[in-house]
């Protein structure tokens, strides 16, 4: 793995031989790594610095990892948290992903895919958020959006969690339903419309009520949108997808808002 910067991956669990033959592995490749034992130390070394990745267990005394994952993201929305567990019922999937998890993976880990997965966050500098509070479906948008090259992926479930990570992240693309649990989708589209530097911020629109659709392009908001990618390199149109849509066509559309740009 080779990076001016090297990824940095903070690993908490109490398995301790499980936890050093993971940072063993991820040293070996260039990663630097710290485990924790516990949500305590885990804290402590979570507030020391900025990492890359936060991988935790799920069955841990005390505080498990759930717990831990709700105050990492209260302490820095921003640094992706993977859950590992042995007991990944869907209750447990649906909880880490409410909160934010970056993603539930199962164990034994997959180093191999573990590796791949901190060399393309590590590799990402373009961060798109995405409001879904369908758990599947927002575990599915992570994954897709994921193996694009240089994006990251910020998932919130709801709208209180996604004004947090906006606040902190200039993101460079939205993808965001209408229908949420806590607020109205179309408020939040508004809010998020522009960037700190007053130009347009690409965005696409997801729902399964087309009434919903009809009520936001019939408002008097200065919206555009664009059901049929008729002019699909106008960052000014609005993209609506309505589910169940085609993947293809939501990565293209990704692909032509947020170009493969140079480097900064």
Request: negative net charge; proline residues 7%; glycine residues 4%.
């Amino acid at each position: 793995m080779s990076h001016p910067n090297p990824p940095s991956v903070l690993v908490v669990d109490d398995n301790e031989d499980l936890a050093e033959n993971i940072a063993e592995i991820l040293s070996d490749v260039g990663v630097k790594v710290r485990v924790a034992r516990d949500a305590a130390s885990a804290l402590a070394a979570f507030d020391e610095c900025e990492w890359s990745l936060v991988i935790t267990d799920v069955r841990m005394p005390k505080v498990d990892g759930l717990e831990l994952l709700t105050m990492l993201k209260e302490r820095r929305p921003t640094t992706p948290v993977l859950v590992m567990t042995g007991f990944a019922d869907p209750d447990t999937v649906a909880r880490a992903q409410r909160s934010g998890a970056f993603g539930v993976v199962h164990k034994p880990v997959d180093l191999d895919e573990l590796i791949s997965l901190i060399e393309r966050i590590a590799d990402a500098d373009i961060p798109v958020l995405i409001v879904e509070d369908d758990v599947a479906l927002c575990s599915n948008l992570i994954e897709i959006l994921a193996e694009q090259r240089r994006i990251l992926p910020h998932p919130a479930t709801n709208v209180a969690l996604a004004r947090r990570l906006a606040a902190q992240i200039d993101f460079r693309m939205v993808l965001l339903d209408l229908r949420l649990p806590d607020g109205d989708g179309m408020t939040l589209a508004r809010e998020l419309r522009h960037r700190a530097d007053g130009s347009i911020r690409p965005m696409i629109l997801m729902s399964g009520y087309p009434e919903e659709l009809d009520r936001a392009s019939s408002a008097d908001d200065g919206f555009s949108f664009d059901t049929n990618d008729t002019d699909a390199n106008d960052i000014n149109q609005i993209m609506v997808l309505t589910k169940p849509f085609a993947v293809p066509r939501l990565v293209a559309r990704l692909r032509e808002l947020v170009p493969d740009s140079p480097r900064p």
